[in-house]
Structure formats: C-alpha cells, structure tokens
C-alpha cells in the first residue's frame, strides 16, 4: 500500500515505522522544518517538508496513486480540512482524521447512526472523512475496562464476546510460581489459552516446556467469569473498589467519570463498588484547575470534588487519599500520572491506573508500582492500523508494550487457510490462534486441535508486531 500522512509528530513518526516494517511506500509531510528534520533521522521513507493541506504539495507527494490518507497533525481543523479538500479529488481514497474535539466525533458518529441508510448508499463521508480517531475516547475506555476488573491488570476486550485478554503478574508463591507451563492444566478445570509470557524483559509466546516464575507477567484469554480463579492461581484477588479517587478533570477525566457513574448503576460494579447504590461520597475527583473543578463539580454532583494540588502531602494527608482503593491518575500530565501513582502505591494505595504517552513508557511505570498502564498515543495508532490493514482486518490491538499485536481478521474465501483444521496450520512460536467466531453465530468459541477454518469466519489471533506474512496468510493475500 502506498499511504500519505500528514502530521511528522509523535503518532506520525510511530505509524509510519510500523506501515514501514510492514513494507508499505509511506510519505510523510510536515510543515515545521526541525520536525522534518527530526523525522528524517528516523524513518526509512520520504518525508517532505510541505503544507499538508495544499492540493500541488499532495499531489506532489504521490496522493494520486495513494491507497491512503491519513491526518495526524496537532489541528483537528487542519486535518479535516484536508480530509475534505482530497475527497473532493480523489473521492475513493480512504481517508482518516485523528481529531481531539468531542464535539466534532460526536458530530460525525451521530450522523452516521441517525442517516445509517443514507451513508450506506454512495453518499460521501462527513466532513470527507472515513474513519475519525478520538484519542481520549479511546483511552478512557481503556482504563475503565481495567477498572471494571478491580484495576489489577490491563484488559482486552472483544466486542460482546464473553472472553477477555487479561494481563496478570505471578506473584511469589503463589500455584503458579516455579510450574511449567504444560502442568497448568492440572491446576484448574477452567478453558482458557496461556497467551504471552513476559519475563526477563523479552515477551515471548510459550511453549508447554516454559517455566513460569514469581514476578513473570502472562496474558490469559478466560472467559470473564472465570478470570477471579485463574488470578488466583497467580496470587492475585480482586478487592471491593470501597473509595475510588480520579485525578484530572480535564477531557479524558471527564469521559472516565461519565463512564463510572454510568456503570456504577450496572451489576458488576455494585459488586466492585460493594454497593446497592449509585457512587456518591466514595467517588473523589481532584484537580489543581478551578475551572475544571466548578465544571466537574455541576457535571456529577454526587462526587466529591477538590481543587487541590495532588502532589501536596498535606492534602493527601489531610483528605486520606492514601488510604483510598483505587487512584486512578488521568492529567495531560503523563510523567506526573506516573510519579503520582506510584508514590500513592509506596503510601499504601492498593491500586492505581496511570495514563502514560505510549508505550515506552509502560515498562517504567510498571517497574514503579503502578499496577496498570493506558499508553495514549499507542491507541491511536493500533485504531488507525486496524483501518489500514484491508477490509479483512476489524481491530487491532497493542500488546506488551508494543512487541506483540492482537489482530481481529475476517476469513476470505480465498485464504489458503480454508478447510484446514488448526493442528495442521499451527506455527509454535510465530503465532496463535486464540478465538473463533464461525458465520451466523454470536459468540467466539476458542478453537481445539481439530476446529476446521471455514469462509467467513471471524477470527482473534497474536503474533509479533508487523509480522505481515502471518496476517497474509489468513486474508489471502498469500
């Protein structure tokens, strides 16, 4: 594929190196000369120093015979005017906006829902965009997921499917401290698939001759009900969410809390929140922004709001913030979210969350205490690649701080892997089948020895980030 992206900054740089390993003709543009030159050290592709929103410097850049456009710039304005400029001329070539303003996602996500049939048809996209990428959206759904799960693990979720991909450390004696792999079956009689292995700073995929160690993290598919058996086994217990503190009432703060109060009202969390009740006083929101604070405080009136400097001890103190369950730490200060939540962990906090700026990050801040990590800038890129994939991939997502990918692929007809059952199909080491969703069915299933692919099946695997052989195997372009 050829794809021309707009925006040399943090996400451009790390999307065009991952559509690079993956062998794709990238261009990348950017107006600010030292970025460029930045970028230049950086990336093996052309990188011109243009307005991205200027037709000439795009078509200069090869949009004409592009596969993709993808806007990335620090201005939602800019990124979708330029959407919308090469719709007008090149109306079939995809195109997608990260875009920052709630207002404007929610705009073109209500459009498509209340005109469904007529954006169905040939009529053109809004604003000219395909496919708009909301940031925070996409990581405050993140660290609710791991909420919902007593924040004691990163948490991937696929669709309505009653399975989960847990990240769980083993802890120092606990059932699964010094066994090896192919005797955990002997442990529990829950189904389940030993995902990923992280131990000595490599992630691997195991084999049933890995042995398993106090300290190793493991990425577990279970379904959800039996997730709380198999933390067990690592040494690991969800515990009643009694206080809960949010810190940051800025727009990624704001859609967490909306999300909390809303699911406080469902079963999972009365049970979390050891609650018969909506949260009321348990609920803490803290940020140092008085406006925020005033905005926060009419937005959910049933919480407790401090305008306050979090780092202060005299109000953590003061307020016993350390002896609050969960702080979640959501600023647009990342490097503060981390300190903060470890230094509430070392006062004894139970469980924090932390919002970092991607993923280089996640290995730091788990070194620090903190028990789950939401790298930002990463969730937009893994949104951007699951639209850039082809039609046959759904959804992408990041794991292990970016060494291994989860990939959500529908089965072609032409796919070699047609009619063949998974024992005969398996590559130890180079990927795993982990879920399958046959035609006209509504759940997953995951897969025997002897499951036999079919057309149409819809398909939740792992293998090593911009592997793209494996992935062609499965959507027919080998």
Request: proline share 2%; with cysteine; glycine share 6%.
């Amino acid at each position: 594929m050829k794809i021309v992206i707009i925006g040399a900054g943090f996400t451009g740089v790390q999307l065009a190196k991952r559509l690079i390993s993956e062998k794709n003709d990238v261009v990348i543009l950017d107006n600010d000369e030292d970025v460029v030159r930045h970028a230049s050290n950086r990336l093996d592709c052309t990188v011109m120093q243009a307005n991205g929103n200027n037709l000439e410097n795009l078509e200069e850049a090869g949009i004409a015979k592009a596969d993709a456009l993808v806007c990335v710039t620090d201005s939602d304005e800019l990124n979708m005017i330029t959407c919308s400029l090469v719709d007008a001329v090149y109306p079939k070539l995809l195109k997608i906006a990260r875009v920052r303003n709630y207002d404007y996602y929610v705009n073109q996500t209500a459009a498509k829902k209340h005109h469904a049939d007529t954006f169905a048809k040939d009529h053109r996209p809004l604003y000219g965009i395909d496919f708009m990428i909301h940031p925070d959206i996409e990581a405050a759904e993140a660290i609710v997921r791991a909420v919902e799960h007593g924040a004691i693990t990163d948490v991937v979720t696929f669709g309505n499917s009653k399975y989960e991909l847990s990240r769980i450390q083993i802890e120092q004696g606990s059932k699964l401290d010094g066994i090896i792999v192919k005797n955990i079956r002997n442990l529990t009689q829950k189904k389940f698939i030993l995902v990923y292995v992280e131990q000595d700073d490599a992630t691997s995929l195991p084999s049933g001759d890995t042995i398993l160690h106090a300290g190793d993290s493991i990425g577990v598919l279970a379904d959800r009900d039996d997730v709380q058996e198999l933390l067990s086994l690592c040494g690991t217990h969800i515990e009643e969410l009694k206080k809960v503190a949010l810190v940051g009432a800025g727009k990624i703060g704001t859609i967490v809390a909306d999300r909390i109060m809303q699911k406080s009202k469902t079963s999972i969390f009365k049970k979390m929140f050891h609650s018969t009740k909506q949260i009321t006083q348990d609920f803490v929101i803290v940020d140092s922004d008085k406006k925020l604070c005033d905005q926060a405080s009419e937005r959910f009136p049933s919480a407790t709001v401090f305008c306050a400097d979090v780092t202060d001890e005299g109000f953590i103190t003061e307020e016993g913030l350390d002896k609050f369950n969960l702080v979640i730490c959501a600023t647009h200060n990342h490097e503060m979210n981390m300190v903060v939540s470890a230094y509430l962990e070392s006062l004894g906090v139970r469980k924090t969350v932390a919002l970092v700026a991607h993923s280089a990050f996640s290995d730091i801040a788990r070194k620090l205490g903190v028990d789950v990590v939401v790298p930002l800038r990463d969730t937009v890129v893994d949104s951007i690649m699951s639209h850039l994939r082809g039609k046959s991939v759904t959804g992408i997502h990041t794991i292990s701080s970016g060494d291994f990918e989860i990939i959500e692929c529908d089965l072609p007809a032409s796919s070699k892997m047609v009619g063949k059952t998974l024992k005969n199909i398996s590559r130890p080491g180079e990927y795993l089948l982990l879920l399958v969703r046959k035609p006209g069915n509504a759940q997953y299933e995951i897969p025997a020895g002897d499951t036999v692919l079919t057309s149409g099946d819809h398909l939740v695997l792992i293998t090593k980030t911009g592997d793209r052989k494996i992935l062609d195997l499965f959507s027919g372009a080998e």
